[in-house]
């Protein structure tokens, strides 16, 4: 089992650019989230999937999209790079018992 | 509203000290408690759930639902645990969690 898997591992960019960061997981969960992580802000929750086919908001969701593509991948896209966009983002997924798994992260840099 | 607190930006102990991070949470019902640690460049992982009442890598939790804490513990600190710590709640099964801004633990030797 590989576990939660995340693309691209680094990505710089510059304002104004797009990109999408791929998520996959092999555990056959339900639930699946994105997380961006800042410096002296914990981790933040930008979007999330309880199930294939739906997709909800989180606490910081402007400036983002996601597709749950099917019950393995998550994707998150920006559409317009920002600076205030630089982050560690996480993917993570959980089934019934609430144990969360992490992916590995994507670093982004938007200059 | 709820919320996780964690006082404390960085705590910095010598190795054999004991650890205490602090996590105090607000939450009208009756959460789910957990911490995660992320060790340096790693990806998080779950350290402890409350619900298990566990020791893991000698560190325990105790749930005081009369002081809405969850602090973490550990009689004597190994230079291995120099890490990031989170505390983190969740209303039921299978939803996100809501963490706290963190915790680096520093121990030296």
């Known amino acids: 089992n590989a576990g939660v898997t995340q693309t691209p591992k680094f990505q710089v960019l510059k304002t104004g650019q797009s990109m999408t960061l791929q998520c996959a997981q092999d555990?056959?969960?339900?639930?699946m989230y994105w997380y961006r992580q800042d410096p002296g802000m914990g981790l933040r929750l930008i979007y999330y999937s309880a199930s294939e086919g739906t997709t909800d908001k989180g606490e910081v969701p402007n400036g983002y999209n996601v597709s749950r593509l099917n019950k393995r991948e998550f994707s998150l896209r920006l559409e317009s790079a920002a600076p205030s966009q630089t982050s560690v983002y996480f993917c993570?997924?959980?089934?019934?018992?609430?144990?969360?798994?992490f992916g590995p992260g994507t670093r982004l840099t938007v200059l | 509203a709820q919320r996780v607190t964690q006082p404390e930006k960085l705590l910095s102990v010598f190795k054999g000290a004991p650890v205490e991070l602090k996590c105090n949470y607000s939450y009208s019902g009756s959460p789910e408690l957990f911490w995660y640690v992320q060790y340096s460049r790693q990806r998080l992982q779950l350290l402890l759930r409350?619900?298990s009442r566990e020791s893991i890598k000698g560190f325990t939790a105790d749930l005081n639902k009369g002081e809405t804490s969850f602090h973490l513990k550990k009689p004597f600190a190994q230079e291995e645990d120099s890490a990031m710590y989170y505390c983190?709640?969740?209303?039921?099964?299978?939803?996100?969690?809501?963490f706290g801004k963190g915790t680096t633990l520093s121990v030296s030797s």
């Open positions: 983190a709640l969740t209303a039921r099964a299978g939803t996100a969690l809501i």
């Open positions: 993570a997924s959980n089934g019934l018992v609430n144990e969360q798994f």
């Open positions: 555990m056959n969960h339900n639930s």
């Open positions: 409350h619900i």
